[in-house]
């Protein structure tokens, strides 16, 4: 009796497993509505999913009837849409939702795409900015309250964090990464992801996520963006990958493929970074999509010979999901009828990519992100601006403050302001600003004139830039126009101190910005001598999304902020600072330059069979003739109001950990906080290893006169590394442990470790 009962159960369950409508029940798992949906979709269906179109017609005005509009139109009424990008607000989310929802065969909602980079309308601080704070409750928060204003606005998807390690400034797209360090930068990427994504993907708070670009992207040769990446397997395994296998550790739900190509081989066509690395050897689940048109690029690569063996090459090596190429939608359905591309690959993607849609609820109600009352509430709300303003006090770094010139005096100082950047409401917004309203910003003039204690004169001096910039133009440079310096000289000649904000407008870095020269651009370096030849009290302010190269502001100026880009609430946060309402605590997630033919530059170099001089005058060791080998500002690097020592380090082996534990002491009358650093470096290996690198960093406030001791635990996971096959190792030996505010940390020691 029991085995009939059994085997009637047993029917029963499998035929509600076979049930064409299972897809739709919410109580079935979500691997079994995606079997349930696959086995009801024709093969174009499946490649409809992997093809992904920009918005491409006004949807709230009459339908397109000819052309690529028109061909478009009619793929997103036949199903053969899986993800639009660049669609935003709740109206017009809606209505191309309502499309695939209603007018196709299956009703497969889209899932919608943004560059949410750092916030929708309203800005945080650009993400290397953000990577400053070193505070990553902070960075997950900001995260959070852009996917919560984007999602009210119908998003549902963001394509960050990009999670690309850089020591090369000139690549414009520093600005939106996490800096240099691939410690750091994991701890940072897993932060975003977390943020965006939150505990409940179903949740309309939030969006997926999206880890770029896989792999190698901020390793392009001469910092030229797009350019060719040529790097060793321990470069690759040991610098570029740990940020984005930490993404997959977050539950990242997507990853996008780079433009670059790697080892010959462009990312977007790569099977070894694609299939071998992301989906066997890290067993990623979640999709992968192409940049903007990377798979038809192959061609001009020279790895593809046009649009079909195009298609070929990315869908075998692993790309899911293609970005404006058009070549998934045109040859694929071709392309497995001849038998080049194997059917289950298709199913395969299209899996991976209804999983997400699954994931975020858009079944049980497609228009769960199209709610128009909290599109009304949420964006540009208080809460939102106040996270914003939150978030840039912290990413705030002083890298100079000779003679305490700075907090400000609140009452009693002729202040002048000089400086176009100063009253700029747009430039401070940054880069990868697309939802926001342009010259929406609080600007460094309205954030001081709320002090009224002093009296506040400003004089723009110079324009940094020629006519409007934007997004997709190039950004021209004032070279020659100081007919407004004799203003700001006769300004700051009746001032007790000069704040000067300068550096770079907000389209200067970013995608597509890359630049030879570092400096301050345009006139600008001759504005700031100038007025120090009339009053040498100078505060610089410098608004700027990269490292720049400030050697005569470094010798000749002595105060010196690093305000990057700080988005909608720059003014006040700038203002904040400068008048000690908050204490500065950001370190430099990217060392600083003294002249661009250092680059590339990074705290964590190795060294070399000859790294130092071995005796006077002798040329035959690793430097330049004509500049230091050291950074301006190193890495970790950054002071506060307050000042801190350090003492008391200890370490020791605790089983296969090494504990390390050390005081620290806020010497100063303020509060403060200190970013704490415990870097190692491995003496003898068997590949070599770097002079240094961050396995640790503890950020703690400090009451006056108080001491804290801090402690860390330094696991198999932080001393070992990846040998030149991808095999990750720990081997016994002896280490240095450095502990200090900066990568020129002040306290080390030794341990012989053992396994």
């Not at 690309?164 to 410690?183: C, L, N, Q, T, Y």
């Not at 709300?381 to 907090?407: F, G, Q, W, Y």
């Not at 068997?686 to 703690?700: A, D, H, M, Q, Y």
Request: aromatic share 10%.
């Amino acid at each position: 009796m029991k085995k009939i009962l059994a085997v009637i159960i047993f029917i029963v369950f499998t035929s509600c497993k076979n049930d064409k409508n299972l897809f739709k029940d919410p109580s079935a798992s979500i691997d079994q509505r995606v079997e349930s949906l696959l086995s009801q979709m024709t093969l174009e269906e499946k490649i409809g999913q992997m093809n992904q179109y920009n918005g491409f017609w006004n949807v709230t005005g009459p339908s397109p009837k000819n052309g690529e509009q028109a061909d478009k139109y009619d793929h997103l009424k036949n199903g053969l849409v899986g993800s639009m990008l660049n669609v935003r607000g709740v109206k017009d989310v809606k209505a191309v939702q309502k499309i695939a929802v209603e007018e196709t065969r299956l009703g497969i909602p889209l899932i919608i795409g943004f560059d949410v980079i750092h916030g929708y309308e309203t800005l945080s601080p650009i993400p290397l900015a953000e990577s400053a704070s070193w505070d990553l409750e902070a960075i997950k928060k900001s995260a959070e309250m852009a996917a919560e204003e984007a999602a009210a606005a119908g998003i549902n998807w963001t394509f960050a964090p990009m999670v690309d390690i850089s020591r090369d400034a000139r690549w414009g797209r520093v600005m939106e990464g996490a800096g240099e360090d691939p410690f750091l930068g994991s701890k940072i990427a897993m932060a975003r992801v977390q943020g965006f994504q939150g505990e409940d993907l179903s949740d309309p708070r939030t969006i997926a996520a999206c880890a770029k670009h896989f792999a190698g992207y901020g390793f392009s040769e001469s910092g030229k963006d797009y350019n060719t990446v040529d790097v060793g397997t321990s470069t690759l395994y040991n610098i570029i990958f740990p940020p984005f296998e930490a993404t997959i550790k977050a539950d990242v739900k997507t990853f996008m493929n780079s433009f670059n190509e790697l080892n010959g081989i462009p990312a977007t066509g790569n099977a070894y970074l694609q299939r071998e690395i992301l989906k066997d050897k890290w067993n990623y689940k979640g999709f992968v999509v192409s940049d903007w048109g990377s798979i038809i690029e192959m061609k001009v690569h020279g790895f593809a010979k046009d649009l079909n063996q195009a298609a070929e090459i990315a869908v075998n090596a692993g790309s899911d999901m293609d970005m404006e190429s058009y070549a998934y939608v045109k040859e694929l359905a071709s392309l497995v009828k001849d038998g080049k591309v194997s059917e289950t690959l298709i199913d395969d993607a299209a899996k991976r990519i209804l999983r997400v849609k699954f994931e975020l609820g858009l079944f049980e109600d497609p228009y769960k992100y199209c709610d128009e009352t909290r599109e009304k509430e949420i964006i540009g709300s208080a809460k939102i601006h106040e996270a914003s303003l939150d978030m840039a006090k912290k990413c705030i770094v002083l890298l100079k403050n000779e003679n305490n010139t700075l907090p400000l005096k609140k009452e009693g100082q002729k202040i002048a302001l000089i400086g176009a950047l100063a009253s700029d409401k747009n430039s401070p917004l940054g880069s990868w600003r697309i939802a926001a309203k342009d010259n929406s910003a609080v600007s460094v003039l309205e954030g001081m004139q709320q002090y009224t204690g002093n009296k506040l004169m400003y004089a723009k001096g110079a324009d940094v830039s020629l006519g409007k910039t934007d997004f997709i133009t190039e950004v021209y440079i004032n070279n020659t126009d100081k007919s407004d310096f004799a203003e700001a000289i006769s300004v700051a000649k009746k001032a007790d101190v000069v704040v000067m904000v300068l550096g770079e407008v907000g389209y200067q870095s970013g995608e597509g910005r890359s630049s030879t020269n570092l400096d301050l651009p345009g006139v600008q370096e001759d504005l700031l001598k100038a007025i120090h030849k009339v009053n040498s009290n100078i505060v610089l302010v410098l608004n700027n999304g990269r490292p720049l190269t400030i050697n005569w502001a470094d010798n000749n100026i002595p105060a010196i902020v690093e305000a990057w880009q700080l988005g909608s609430q720059s003014g006040n946060a700038i203002a904040q600072v400068l008048y000690g309402d908050y204490n500065p605590s950001g370190k430099l997630p990217m060392s600083f330059p003294r002249n661009v033919g250092q680059i590339p530059i990074y705290y964590n170099y190795k060294n070399t069979g000859r790294p130092t001089l071995p005796e006077k005058d002798v040329v035959f060791w690793s430097h330049y003739q004509d500049e230091k080998n050291t950074p301006l500002y190193p890495f970790g690097h950054g002071l506060s109001y307050a000042n801190f020592s350090y003492k008391d380090l200890l370490v020791q082996q605790e089983n296969n950990t090494i504990k390390v534990s050390v005081n620290v002491s806020n010497t100063s009358k303020l509060k403060g906080k200190e970013v704490v650093q415990l870097y190692i470096q491995d003496l003898f290996a068997s590949i070599t290893r770097p002079v240094k690198e961050l396995k640790g960093f503890n950020l703690i406030e400090i009451q006056p006169g108080e001491t804290k001791k801090i402690e860390f635990t330094l696991t198999e996971k932080e001393l070992g590394f990846y040998d030149n096959s991808g095999k990750f190792i720990v081997e016994s030996g002896e280490f240095k442990i450095f502990v200090g505010g900066s990568s020129i940390t002040t306290l080390d020691t030794s341990i012989d470790f053992k396994i």
